[in-house]
C-alpha cells in the first residue's frame, strides 16, 4: 500500500503568515494527489487537486506543487479561516490513502 | 447543489452488524463512484471503501477487508455499507463522500455529507 507522510505533524502560525505543508509518498503517483482542509467538528473540504489545481471557491491564496512523491501545499497571507488541520491523499492506485494530517494552529 | 446525507449510525455492542446508508441529491449520481471515509475520535481521516459508478467494481482498505461491504442502488441514489463484526476500533464518524470520477484511479472527494457516528460498546 502506498504510505503518505506529512511534515511537519503541527505548525503555529499567525494571520497574514505563509506556510508550506509537505506529503512525500512512499511510491510514484504521478500527480494524483489531493489536499483537504478541516476545522473541528467540520466535513472536510477540497482544497487542491492532482497536485496543483484549485477548486472553484477555493481562495487563490492556496497552492500546491510536486510530482512523483514529493507534494507541497502554500497557504499565503494567513485568514481566520484558514486554521485547522489539512491531510493529503494519492488516488494513483487502491487502497487510497491519506497523510496522517498538519495540524494548523493560531501562534 | 450536491447534498450527501448519511444514516444508520449509532451505538452498537461489539461483534454486531450495521449498515450505513447514503442517500445522494443534486447530481447524476450514477456517473460517479462513491466512497466512505471514516475518522475516529481525535484522529485523522481514513479512507475505507469505494464503489464505481455502475457498482461492478469495489475496493476496500485493509484494515475492513472481509468486515465491510460497499454496495449501491443508482435508482434510489443511494450508498450503502454494510459493516459486520464490528469492533472497538471501528468508533467513529463516517464519511459519505462524491469522487469527481467513476472510477478510483485519479478521483478525489469533492463533495461530502455531515457524516454519521459508529459508537462500538463492549
Known amino acids: 500500500d502506498i504510505q503518505l507522510t506529512q511534515s511537519p505533524s503541527s505548525l503555529s502560525a499567525s494571520l497574514g503568515d505563509s506556510v508550506t505543508f509537505t506529503c512525500r509518498s512512499s511510491?510514484?503517483?504521478?500527480?494524483?494527489l489531493h489536499w483537504y482542509h478541516q476545522t473541528p467538528g467540520k466535513v472536510p473540504k477540497l482544497v487542491i487537486y492532482?497536485?496543483?489545481n484549485l477548486p472553484s471557491g477555493v481562495p487563490s491564496r492556496f497552492s500546491g506543487s510536486g510530482f512523483g512523491t514529493d507534494f507541497t501545499l502554500t497557504i499565503t497571507s494567513l485568514q481566520p479561516e484558514d486554521f485547522g488541520a489539512y491531510y493529503c491523499?494519492?488516488?494513483?492506485?487502491?487502497?487510497?490513502?491519506f497523510g496522517q494530517g498538519t495540524r494548523l494552529d493560531i501562534k | 447543489e450536491v447534498q450527501l446525507l448519511e444514516s444508520g449510525g449509532g451505538l452498537v455492542q461489539s461483534g454486531g452488524p450495521l449498515r450505513l446508508s447514503c442517500t445522494a441529491s443534486?447530481?447524476?449520481?450514477?456517473?460517479?463512484?462513491m466512497s466512505w471515509v471514516r475518522q475516529a475520535p481525535g484522529k485523522g481521516l481514513e479512507w475505507v471503501s469505494i464503489?464505481?459508478?455502475?457498482?461492478?467494481?469495489?475496493y476496500y482498505a485493509d484494515s475492513v477487508k472481509g468486515r465491510f461491504s460497499i454496495s449501491r442502488d443508482n435508482s434510489k441514489k443511494r450508498v450503502y455499507l454494510q459493516i459486520n463484526s464490528l469492533r472497538g476500533d471501528d468508533t467513529a464518524i463516517y464519511f459519505c463522500?462524491?469522487?469527481?470520477?467513476?472510477?478510483?484511479?485519479?478521483?478525489?472527494?469533492?463533495?461530502w455529507g455531515q457524516g454519521t457516528l459508529i459508537t462500538v460498546s463492549s
Open positions: 443534486g447530481f447524476n449520481f450514477e456517473s460517479y463512484a
Open positions: 492532482a497536485a496543483a
Open positions: 463522500a462524491k469522487c469527481d470520477h467513476s472510477r478510483p484511479v485519479a478521483a478525489y472527494f469533492d463533495h
Open positions: 511510491e510514484y503517483i504521478s500527480s494524483f
Open positions: 491523499q494519492q488516488s494513483y492506485s487502491t487502497p487510497l490513502t
Open positions: 464503489i464505481t459508478d455502475s457498482g461492478g467494481s469495489t
